[in-house]
T-cell receptor, first 112, second 111 residues
C-alpha cells in the first residue's frame, strides 16, 4: 500500500481564496483524522471520521472550515475564505480500529 | 483540554548517551502512543502501550506508563545522530478514538 496520500504538498494562496486539501487514506482503515500543526499551537485535532461519518468536529476552528468524506477512499478539508492565520501544515492520518495512526506527509499551507 | 504536556521541550545529547522524554496527560485513557517526526515530514508511530501495561520495549526504545500519575516516559538508549527528531506522545480517551497529541520534545543527538 502507498500509505496515506495528501495533496497538494504545498499551497500558497491569497487571503480570501478558497483552499481545498485532499486525503486518500490507507485502504481498509475505518478512521480518518485531520490535524493542523503550527509552532504556536502544536498538533491540533480538527475532526475525525469513522466509516465516513464525522464523529467529532469540536476542533474545527470556525465555520470557515469544513471537512467531508464522501467515500472510504477520499476526504477533503476546505477553508473558505482563507486567512493568514490559517497558515500551517495540515496532516491527514488513518487507522484501523484502535491502532496506530498512519500519517501522510502533510500539506503546507501559506496564506498571504 | 486533554492535550498532553511533554518535557523537556528540547534536549541535546551526545551520540551514545540515553535520552529520556516525559509525557503527562489529563484524562483516563485506553492507550498511549509515542510518535517521531523528522523535520518537514509526517509523524511515524514508534510504540503503543495500553492502560493495563506498565512497561514496554521495542529495540532501543523503552516506554513506561503510570496511570495513577497520568504520565509516561520514553527512553531511547545508545542514541544515534539519526534519532534527531521531535517526539510526541498521543492519548485517546476512554471509549473514543480521539487521539490528542502532546506538545513534543525536540531531540538533537550530536555526533
Amino acid at each position: 500500500d502507498a500509505g496515506v496520500i495528501q495533496s497538494p504538498r504545498h499551497e500558497v494562496t491569497e487571503m480570501g481564496q478558497e483552499v481545498t486539501l485532499r486525503c486518500k487514506p490507507i485502504s481498509g482503515h475505518d478512521y480518518l483524522f485531520w490535524y493542523r500543526q503550527t509552532m504556536m499551537r502544536g498538533l491540533e485535532l480538527l475532526i475525525y471520521f469513522n466509516n465516513n461519518v464525522p464523529i467529532d468536529d469540536s476542533g474545527m476552528p470556525e465555520d470557515r472550515f469544513s471537512a467531508k468524506m464522501p467515500n472510504a477512499s477520499f476526504s477533503t478539508l476546505k477553508i473558505q475564505p482563507s486567512e493568514p492565520r490559517d497558515s500551517a501544515v495540515y496532516f491527514c492520518a488513518s487507522t484501523p480500529i484502535g491502532g496506530e495512526l498512519f500519517f501522510g506527509e502533510g500539506s503546507r499551507l501559506t496564506v498571504l | 483540554s486533554q492535550q498532553g504536556e511533554e518535557d523537556p521541550q528540547a534536549l541535546s545529547i551526545q551520540e551514545g548517551e540515553n535520552a529520556t522524554m516525559n509525557c503527562s496527560y489529563k484524562t483516563s485513557i485506553n492507550n498511549l502512543q509515542w510518535y517521531r517526526q523528522n523535520s518537514g515530514r509526517g509523524l511515524v508511530h514508534l510504540i503503543l502501550i495500553r492502560s493495563n501495561e506498565r512497561e514496554k520495549h521495542s529495540g532501543r526504545l523503552r516506554v513506561t506508563l503510570d496511570t495513577s500519575k497520568k504520565s509516561s516516559s520514553l527512553l531511547i538508549t545508545a542514541s544515534r545522530a539519526a534519532d534527531t527528531a521531535s517526539y510526541f506522545c498521543a492519548t485517546d480517551g476512554t471509549g473514543t478514538y480521539k487521539y490528542i497529541f502532546g506538545t513534543g520534545t525536540r531531540l538533537k543527538v550530536l555526533a
